[in-house]
């Protein structure tokens, strides 16, 4: 099967759960529904995080990853999902579907002024680009849209933490921070709302939203990993962006929404600024310290030159020495790229 197709599959799911989430909003509360769909992204990703074995656990982890999981547990688990489920409930799904690309923008500012990122020009006028976007769709929603568009900036915003925090996390994979922010922060907010919401969850209710998690959030998780790990993030990236045209979709097939001409001139000015986002490029000669650490790798990206008892391919996991090295290649932010400019 193409990896390409489970990118594009993993964006169509991902998308998908906006429309779904909106839909169980009519009998759930935020908190209820924020619970339980990351409780099913944590069952959904369980089988690729704890699937082979050697594996760490959060309490074994070095104090400064904790600290890193536990903010990406509670700014994209706990917070951001409530800010957009409650801005859901003020706009319609398919605005909130095109809004969503504002966590690329949250990512790369916070990046950038936070957590030693870089962005270029191409990389700017793309973000510029989608704030134009989200700033159309807040008028189209007329006065719903500033309430709804600043909560929909929250949660954004949160994502943006937890993904700058996520990125840097070394001793345990993707997949299994995703299984532990969904049963730490669905937890949470499922407690929350099972006390203070006056909705009463039936077992129908309770199946459709950890459904919903398992497959657009757990499941989707699972395929764009997959398809990374064998496209490269880049390219996998790319073709996830394609997710809030999935969303925008779903919402007209299944909710009726209707699509305007403020939808149609956010979505091509957010697919091309989109286009200038993945035109980034970025490369120069750069110093690497000697590291020791543990994370997800292959030995064909320039930095993993260490030898093996026995052949491997493709990506693994394991503890591995860095040595010193100064070298210039094109780079993103990762584990081994976020020196000073």
Known sequence: MSYVFL???????????????????????????????????????????FGKRPYTLPWRMDRRNQFRLAGAVFFGGVLAPVLLLFGLKAASAASVSL??????????????????????????FGMVGVLLAGTLLSIGEKSAGVVAGLLIMGACLGWGFDN??????????????????GIVAGTVNLGIGLVSSEYAATAATTAAALGVGIVCYGASIVLYITSAQNIGATRGQMFFAANPFFGVIL?????????????????????????????????????????????????????????????ISGRHTHKHLHKPVVHRLPHWPDLHHRHQH
């Open 7 to 49: 990118a594009l599959l993993s964006a169509a799911l991902f998308g998908a759960a906006t429309p779904f989430s909106k839909a169980l909003l009519s009998t759930l509360d935020a908190f209820q529904l924020a619970g339980l769909l990351y409780l099913g992204a944590a069952i959904g990703a369980s089988g690729l995080a």
């Open 99 to 124: 809004w969503l690309p504002l966590e690329l923008v949250a990512t790369a500012v916070l990046g950038t002024l936070l957590f030693r990122d870089h962005l270029g020009r191409f990389g700017w």
């Open 164 to 181: 700058n925090f996520t990125s840097l996390i070394d001793g345990i994979t993707p997949a299994q921070s995703t299984f532990w922010k």
């Open 251 to 311: 919402s007209v097939i299944m909710l009726n929404d209707e699509i305007t001409v403020v939808h149609v001139a956010a979505g091509l000015l957010l697919a091309l600024s989109l286009l200038l986002l993945f035109r980034e490029q970025h490369a120069h000669e750069h110093e690497h310290e000697a590291l020791d650490h543990e994370h997800s790798h292959s030995h064909d990206d320039g930095h993993h030159e260490h030898v093996h008892e026995s052949i």
